[in-house]
């Protein structure tokens, strides 16, 4: 198999520590790396698309929240795994592009809901076509059983962190 940065990065520490073990760091690296490659990736087809840093993840978590495509802020935070001043941001500036609106919660008096428009529907199915096919093209690399056993060894990694 073909050397990459990172076996190279360990055949330096074996020569200079050959008494440790780095094997956790083929796997960790590797993973750090992948994870900043696919971010520029993704955020390519983003960013052509209009969408601001995040507003991808707002509204697709919106339209597979099904009809009527809208959420309490805490719900989208429940959801994303980000600060609430990160989520603010990221609401004003789809509110700002006219993707999503903020209207009264009728169910809590004091709270809000954050709903698709249909701009942000239309904008929502086309990023998220765009991304599936970015998705397939970053991933052709691997066969679909090489897909699948990928995925299953992720996600009994992600156990330890999400529970």
Known sequence: ????????ILDQWAA???DLDCAPMAVIGRALRLATHLDRELSKVFAQLGL???GFDVLA???RSGPPYQLSPNDLLRWMLVTSGTMTNRLDQL??????????????????????TTAGRQMAERALAAHLDNERRLLAGLTAAQQEQLADLLRLWMRNFET
């Open 52 to 54: 601001p840093p995040g």
């Open 16 to 18: 200079e520590k050959p």
């Open 95 to 116: 509110e700002k592009a006219g993707w999503v609106e903020r209207k009264p919660n009728p169910a809590d008096g004091r709270g809000v809901l954050v709903a698709l």
């Open 1 to 8: 198999m073909h050397k990459d940065k990172l076996d190279l």
């Open 61 to 63: 978590t919106l339209l």
